[in-house]
């Protein structure tokens, strides 16, 4: 009988190669009335269904196979077929898109497969463009714009699947109920202004320091206290820092050599915790290199470039939002909420870093956080492992 099912198989895909999907269909209909289908002989038959423009059958026999195996990435696309061809692309893209979420656990797939999951990301992409261009027509048609508002900006292009939602993920302490911001806006501080004047002095004065000083001491190192970390720029002078402030102690020998900056800093209201803050420091980043996508420690602070040495193709980019870099104005942004930097120039940037509270945080949440964080402190510094 295992040779005569095999024969049976055989001879129904010989039909399906020779273009007579209704002989295929009898064959592998037979083997499943007989009770000796299996799901690869069914998605055979859907095949022949559909050939045939019979979609309901095909849908059944789909079913058959989702019901034992929903992450079945064929069954996923051919059920996307169906509905992109009986003209609903919406219900579509949900089964093009949940094959495309399983396919990289599936491991080493045939090239047909690939394929058809390549068909399923152009119509998934030109789904998404027919959608947005719906809604901007409808929304055209009742007066509204886009520009209305930011957020609602926003919420269009998570809507139409151009972006996705990027939230606060700190890798080490979440503070609850801040709002979701990734930049902050120059005009909100009323500290930025002063900064922003000396800006020209602060640069003079790191200019006077690189020309002694090649800044090369790697931004990324490992901790000889824990487990080395995968970066790809570990150790790499190509993203170095000059550190002003480390732990929330000044550092005696370069503030002597910046005695500028210091001031400047001492101006501004920098977060202050025991053994932990503030961090302040010259960040170089070398011609043609990238800061990968990363998350900060914690939410409750904001980090600050104050961008000094900035060569055009430098950019940064918070959650769902870029902005260019540029020399003398200030860039605010939520460092839990996963970031990135480009040069993409020949040559080097240098922005000055430095961390705030949230504005949000009272003086009583401040005050008890930097408590929180001493004793965090404390704790590891007595080998506790924390």
């Known amino acids: 009988m295992k040779e005569d099912l095999q024969r049976m198989g055989e001879m129904g895909v010989a039909a399906l190669s020779a273009g007579d999907p209704a002989q295929a269909r009898r064959i592998f209909e037979r083997i499943e009335a007989e009770g000796r289908g299996s799901h690869q002989l069914r998605l055979l038959l859907a095949q022949a269904c ?40 919406r219900a579509a893209v949900s089964w093009y898109q949940a094959a495309l979420m399983q396919a990289p656990r599936a491991g080493a797939l045939p090239p ?8 399923a990301e152009h119509k998934v992409a030109a789904a998404g463009r027919a959608f947005e261009d719906h809604m901007k027509a409808q929304l055209a048609a009742a007066g509204i714009s886009a520009s209305v508002h930011p957020r609602f900006a926003d919420a269009l292009d998570l809507l139409t699947g151009k972006t996705e939602v990027q939230q606060q993920q700190p890798t080490n302490f979440y503070y609850p109920e801040l709002p979701q911001r990734a930049f902050f806006e120059r005009e909100e501080f009323a500290w930025v202004a002063a900064l922003e004047a000396q800006a020209p002095a602060i640069r003079a004065e790191l200019e006077a320091l690189i020309a002694t000083d090649p800044l090369r001491d790697p931004y990324v190192v490992p901790d000889p206290d824990r487990p080395t970390k995968a970066h790809p720029l570990l150790g ?38 025991d053994g932990r ?55 605010i942004f939520d460092d839990s909420i996963q970031h990135e930097a480009w040069n993409d120039s020949d040559e080097t940037r240098i922005v000055l870093i430095f961390e705030i509270w949230r504005p949000e945080l009272t003086g009583a949440e401040r005050e008890a956080l930097a408590a929180l964080f001493g004793a965090i402190g404390v704790y590891s510094g007595a080998g506790n492992g924390a």
Do not use: K
Not at 253 to 263: L, Q, S, W
């Open 50 to 89: 559909t050939m045939m423009g019979d979609a309901p059958a095909a849908h059944r026999a789909l079913d058959r196979v989702l019901h034992d195996e929903p992450a079945n990435l064929y069954a996923n696309l051919m059920r996307g077929d169906l509905l992109h061809t009986a003209g609903d692309p």
């Open 112 to 119: 047909d497969l690939i394929a058809a999951l390549r068909e």
């Open 236 to 273: 790499d002078a190509r993203w170095s820092a000059f550190h002003l402030f480390r732990n929330g102690q000044p550092i005696a020998d370069n503030v002597a050599r910046c005695p500028v900056t210091f001031a400047a800093l001492e101006a501004v209201p920098l977060a202050r915790v």
């Open 277 to 331: 803050a503030p961090m302040a420091m010259f960040s170089v980043l070398r011609p043609h290199t990238h800061i990968p996508p990363h998350n900060g420690m914690l939410n409750t602070r904001l980090i600050c470039h104050l961008p000094l040495i900035v060569p055009d193709g430098c950019r940064l980019r918070v959650g769902n939002h870029v902005r260019t870099v540029e020399a003398g104005r200030m860039m």
